[in-house]
């Protein structure tokens, strides 16, 4: 039998070549990145392990804001008659593992889910027992016409179903609250200054207002505005800081 002729190599163009040759480069910087970052992952995760001592302090801290909030339950409550105005707005200034979870609950209700969150509210008399509660996490007070048209403009948001949804067409207001006459920013502004019949559901209709940090911050202690700290009820002097984080 003859021996079977060699058949020849096929030919590869040489870009075919260089191209494998690349991705397997790509391959192998790909690998290493993933195994860089997979080591750092484990770092950060080590680092970030609490010990005992800080779970213990976390949990005194906790009790301890639940015994001081009880206290302040105890305290004369706020009459409405000294407050100037019904409407307020309330600004989360602080909180975070070391409130209880009673305090949280509070705040959660509020719509004081974040720091730097801000909500309008009527003054009544469960409101106010609520901040009270929670004095030395919230800064409140009584918004003027400016800072609340500023607010709406600036910060506001509708929540549809939900979801965050920006103010650009009034379409989105009439939609949602043109049952009560309520068919722009415009009239939504009205309504909420003059705390108005539908002023719940234009509060409902509005997502929370995400405030920014104030230049320079806060001091971060629990100290009463009338104090000298930064907590609690600052009456009509609520529109600077709420100028200062719009």
């Not at 906790?62 to 302040?72: C, G, V």
């Not at 027992?129 to 929670?134: C, D, F, N, P, T």
């Not at 207002?209 to 009338?226: D, I, N, T, V, W």
Request: net charge positive; charged share 30%; hydrophobic share 35%.
């Amino acid at each position: 039998m003859a021996d079977e002729e060699p058949k020849p190599l096929t030919y590869i163009p040489e870009v075919i070549l260089k191209k494998r040759k690349s991705n397997e480069e790509w391959a192998i910087r790909r690998r290493q990145q993933l195994e860089e970052r997979n080591l750092l992952g484990k770092q950060n995760k080590a680092f970030n392990l609490k010990t005992a001592e800080q779970y213990i302090q976390e949990h005194r801290n906790r009790e301890l804001d639940l015994i001081q909030m009880k206290h302040r339950a105890k305290r004369r409550k706020p009459s409405l008659a000294t407050f100037d105005s019904k409407l307020l707005f309330v600004i989360r200034i602080q909180g975070k593992n070391d409130m209880h979870p009673k305090t949280r609950k509070i705040l959660h209700f509020l719509r004081l889910r974040r720091i730097f969150d801000g909500v309008l509210v009527k003054a009544n008399e469960g409101i106010l027992e609520m901040l009270q509660k929670v004095e030395p996490y919230i800064a409140y007070g009584y918004p003027n016409l400016k800072n609340v048209k500023e607010l709406i403009y600036k910060k506001g948001y509708a929540m549809i179903e939900g979801q965050k949804v920006p103010l650009t067409d009034n379409n989105i207001i009439e939609q949602a609250l043109g049952k009560h006459g309520i068919m722009c920013i415009e009239d939504l502004v009205h309504e909420i200054a003059n705390v108005g019949p539908h002023f719940k559901e234009v509060i409902s209709f509005l997502w929370p207002f995400a405030l920014s940090k104030p230049e320079g911050g806060f001091q971060g202690k629990k100290k009463l505005y009338k104090e000298g700290g930064d907590a609690g009820n600052r009456e009509d002097k609520i529109n600077e800081l709420i100028s200062k984080m719009n």
